[in-house]
């Protein structure tokens, strides 16, 4: 394992964020270039604290493309706009497996895509639903970010390192999950320097009074060369240096 430093500089995780915007029937255009995280399908918050994402890439003012993270699974799909009605196409999704909950929500998840055709926003939160039935899924946006530096002890990073930077909830007892924000950065050449990031999240998924913590994995051809996390935190406002040797 390497050694690595990871130093943070960002902005209070106190504050939620909030709009006093009234939502109102959006098109495509008008919501894509952002990340947004699943806060609640039909009501109900995503199983195990998991980080379930939509984005949206338009192709035209008529079609586009959908894709993201569901409970388990990264998916991909298509859109068209038939007169001012939104109609999503079928999802496609990688095919790895997860728990008997996990799964389930994620057929739920992809279920309700398929049937949804009105898009509600006021810029921060985004509701996907269908005229013809009770399903809904509220979105919030990333508005946020963490940012911070990477630094290894070698004073480089190997050609071909997968890095993925999590800002995580550990108040509650399962940190394997209940991500706030995730950023994964690919390596193509060796890195003589330390490694910049920016962590984007959404405010309205921290609470008060909880504690968060930021991690970094080194990966090279899937094996773990070196794991990194910062002490618990709530607030992130001055910058925080920690080194592992492992």
């Given at each position: 394992m390497g050694c690595y430093a990871l130093v943070?500089?960002?902005?209070?995780?106190?504050?939620?964020?909030?709009?006093?915007?009234?939502?109102?029937?959006?098109?495509?255009?008008?919501?894509?270039?952002?990340?947004?995280?699943?806060r609640s399908l039909d009501g109900q918050p995503p199983v195990n604290g998991r980080r379930v994402t939509f984005e949206l890439q338009p192709a035209s003012d008529v079609d586009g493309k959908i894709g993201g993270r569901g409970p388990c699974n990264g998916y991909f799909g298509s859109y068209t706009m038939q007169q001012d009605e939104l109609q999503f196409g079928r999802v496609g999704s990688t095919l790895m497996a997860c728990p008997e909950p996990v799964m389930k929500q994620e057929m739920a998840f992809f279920n309700a895509l398929q049937k949804v055709d009105t898009m509600v926003s006021n810029g921060v939160v985004l509701t996907l639903k269908s005229r013809h039935n009770n399903q809904s899924m509220t979105f919030v946006a990333e508005t946020a970010e963490v940012k911070g530096i990477v630094k290894s002890t070698t004073g480089s990073f190997p050609a071909g390192s997968d890095v993925r930077i999590q800002l995580k909830d550990t108040s509650k007892k399962d940190t394997r999950y209940n991500l706030i924000g995730e950023k994964k950065i690919k390596l193509e050449h060796e890195l003589d320097a330390p490694l910049k990031f920016e962590v984007p999240y959404s405010p309205t998924l921290v609470q008060p009074n909880h504690s968060y913590s930021v991690s970094v994995e080194v990966r090279q051809k899937g094996k773990l060369i070196s794991h990194s996390t910062s002490d618990k935190m709530v607030n992130l406002a001055k910058p925080l240096e920690l080194k592992t040797t492992q």
């Open positions: 943070l500089a960002a902005g209070s995780l106190l504050a939620a964020c909030s709009s006093s915007e009234k939502n109102v029937v959006v098109t495509p255009t008008e919501v894509e270039g952002k990340t947004w995280v699943l």
